[in-house]
């Protein structure tokens, strides 16, 4: 995240967020009244794009390490509620796991209609997720895993809520956050 000295300075420092779990996030709700300000002012708002031109200085060896790195933040970003939680792994299931499994599952059901139906929609998934691929010059054939790569998340969200309720969730610079008690 790029931003001016005096614009942070003016907002309340990065003391303002030193408590926060996800400190990108939470830096971007304090910016963004003066961003909002300063783009209208300017006819201009806030820009959230892709760039060759910086690098991650984070290195990931293995799943391990992005699983606890997600982990460690999912159920914080949904509010430690369990509504949003049952909402948002109800929603990752049906939008990206329920049409490949009613293709690969075709030879249960024998429903050719809906197994094209599904064959349709993993197709149209893989296709939305083609722009990102071209700029990073993957091969196309990597949105088909985007299933795959839904699946994941999906079991690294519950397992963030998982370690919250056994009081080991948003462990975080050696410390472990304290979060609000789970709620519908």
């Known amino acids: 995240m790029l931003i001016r ?7 309340g420092g990065l003391p ?3 408590h926060a779990v996800i400190d990108d996030c939470s830096l971007a709700r304090l910016l963004r009244p003066a961003a909002r300000a300063q783009g209208r002012a300017q006819g201009r708002g806030l820009y959230l794009g892709l760039t060759l031109k910086s690098h991650s200085i984070r290195s990931f060896a293995d ?4 699983w606890r790195m997600v982990a460690r933040s999912a159920y914080t970003q949904l509010h430690h509620r369990v509504s949003l939680l049952v909402g948002t792994l109800a929603g990752m299931v049906w939008l990206y796991l329920a049409a490949p499994f009613a293709v ?3 030879p249960w059901h024998q429903n050719l209609v809906l ?11 893989a ?4 722009p990102t691929l071209r700029f990073y010059g993957l091969s196309p054939l990597r949105g088909l895993l985007l299933p795959l ?3 994941l998340y999906t079991a690294m969200t519950f397992d963030s809520a998982r370690r919250h309720w056994l009081g080991k969730g948003a462990a975080w610079k050696g ?4 979060g609000k008690t789970p709620a519908a």
């Open 5 to 11: 000295a005096d614009d942070l300075a003016a907002a």
């Open 16 to 18: 303002a967020i030193k």
């Open 63 to 66: 799943l391990w390490e992005i």
């Open 104 to 106: 690969l599952a075709t």
């Open 115 to 125: 197994a094209l139906l599904a064959g349709a929609t993993w197709a149209l998934m």
């Open 127 to 130: 296709l939305a997720w083609l």
């Open 149 to 151: 790569a839904a699946s």
């Open 175 to 178: 410390r472990i956050a304290a």
